[in-house]
């Protein structure tokens, strides 16, 4: 069992997805992106502890991720732990909502126009966990330092979180074929050359 920001995980077999580091090479090579698409990822909200009306936001926010979960909206699942103290690496009052690729777009969405006063650290979830939370993530809302040196450099497995879902890294979808990439490439491409500025 792996912790991961404070959750007990199961993990893969999988290395997981790795960057193309300094070889340029690999960042137009299809195989290589595909083979190393995050495929799940964190969404932190947090909330100043000394602040009532936060943490009421930050618990209606939450209830609302939850209603539209019901509906069909989006997948996403928010802990059920509400953290009102520091813990970890985040350094205020917090909870934790896993999104995987397949709500990505919708969830992050939603949270842009719907924060409020709040913030959301987004970040990956991949074995190298220090990146995740420092070069490779994201702010919606005012940013909060992340207490970097509390997080591991490196995992020994990409973490799962909610296998049973099966979405995410534990997606048995079949995936496009190469084929079929290529023929949506090649139609985007023709459309594209009809729009104006485009390139």
Same mark, same amino acid.
């Given at each position: 069992?792996?912790?991961?920001?404070?959750?007990?995980?199961? #993990?893969?077999?999988?290395? /997981?997805?790795?960057?193309?580091? +300094?070889?340029?090479?690999?960042?137009?090579?299809?195989? !290589?992106? $595909?083979?190393?698409?995050?495929?799940?990822?964190?969404?932190?909200?947090? !909330?100043?502890?000394?602040?009532? #009306?936060?943490?009421?936001?930050?618990?209606?926010?939450?209830?609302?991720?939850?209603? $539209?979960?019901?509906?069909?909206? !989006?997948?996403?699942?928010? $802990? #059920?732990?509400?953290?009102?103290?520091?813990?970890?690496?985040?350094?205020?009052? #917090?909870?934790?909502?896993?999104?995987?690729?397949?709500?990505?777009? %919708?969830? !992050?969405?939603?949270?842009?126009?719907?924060? /409020?006063?709040?913030?959301?650290?987004?970040?990956?979830?991949?074995?190298?966990?220090?990146?995740?939370?420092?070069?490779?993530? %994201?702010?919606? /809302?005012?940013?909060?330092?992340?207490?970097?040196?509390?997080?591991?450099?490196?995992?020994?497995?990409?973490?799962?979180?909610?296998? +049973?879902?099966?979405?995410?890294?534990?997606?048995?979808?079949?995936?496009?074929?190469?084929?079929?990439?290529?023929?949506?490439?090649?139609? $985007?491409?023709?459309?594209?050359?009809?729009?104006?500025? %485009?390139?």
């Amino acid at each position: 069992m792996v912790t991961r920001c404070g959750t007990n995980l199961q #993990s893969t077999p999988s290395t /997981g997805p790795i960057s193309a580091g +300094s070889d340029v090479s690999k960042l137009s090579d299809p195989e !290589f992106v $595909l083979r190393n698409e995050v495929k799940e990822w964190h969404f932190h909200i947090y !909330f100043n502890t000394t602040s009532p #009306s936060q943490h009421a936001a930050a618990l209606a926010l939450r209830n609302a991720v939850l209603a $539209l979960r019901k509906a069909g909206v !989006f997948a996403a699942v928010p $802990l #059920s732990r509400v953290n009102t103290a520091p813990i970890g690496p985040h350094p205020a009052g #917090s909870y934790e909502i896993w999104v995987p690729r397949e709500s990505f777009a %919708a969830v !992050f969405s939603f949270l842009a126009l719907n924060h /409020g006063s709040l913030s959301v650290l987004v970040h990956p979830l991949t074995r190298e966990e220090r990146k995740d939370h420092s070069s490779r993530k %994201a702010w919606i /809302g005012e940013p909060w330092p992340v207490l970097l040196e509390v997080l591991p450099d490196v995992l020994d497995d990409v973490p799962l979180q909610y296998p +049973s879902l099966g979405l995410g890294y534990s997606s048995t979808a079949p995936e496009l074929s190469k084929e079929e990439r290529e023929r949506m490439g090649e139609e $985007l491409e023709k459309k594209v050359k009809n729009e104006e500025g %485009a390139i």
